[in-house]
């Protein structure tokens, strides 16, 4: 009787563990997504003001400290995006304590693998 409870409990929480983890993997890549849609953005905002500065022929300095405000928020979504991508390494390892089926299919040691020469055929 207590073997089949056993097996209950182990299984349920094996399932909460698997729910809870593609949870945390849907919104862990939601935020990474979000980091990087913010970086395209600014860099748009940033190319966007330095084009009005020049096609408006205004002097050279005109809005500077704006540009480097802008500068220093993308600074901090750099610096964010870093830190995300610990929590993602801190993730996998939890991962794998708590044996989770889920594979993530980022590098094990969190570094760009290189790219083949169809996947630069594909980009180009």
């Known amino acids: 009787m207590n ?3 056993d097996n ?3 299984i349920a929480t094996r399932n909460a563990i698997s729910v809870h983890g593609m949870r945390i993997q849907r919104d862990l890549h939601e935020a990474e997504a979000a980091l990087d849609e913010a970086l395209i953005r600014q ?3 940033l190319a966007t003001m330095v084009r009005a500065r020049r096609e408006a022929q205004v002097g050279a300095f005109t809005g ?3 540009i ?3 500068a220093a ?3 901090a979504v750099l610096d964010a995006s870093g ?3 610990r929590v993602h390494g801190k993730l996998t390892d939890v991962g794998r304590e708590v044996h989770s089926t889920l594979a993530d299919d980022c590098p094990p040691t969190g570094q760009v693998a290189e790219a083949t ?3 630069i055929s594909v980009a180009a």
């Open 64 to 66: 500077q400290e704006a």
């Open 83 to 85: 830190e995300l991508a």
């Open 43 to 45: 860099a748009n905002l």
């Open 8 to 10: 209950v409990a182990t």
């Open 117 to 119: 020469p169809a996947a």
């Open 73 to 75: 928020s993308q600074r």
């Open 3 to 5: 073997t089949n409870q």
């Open 68 to 70: 480097l405000r802008l």
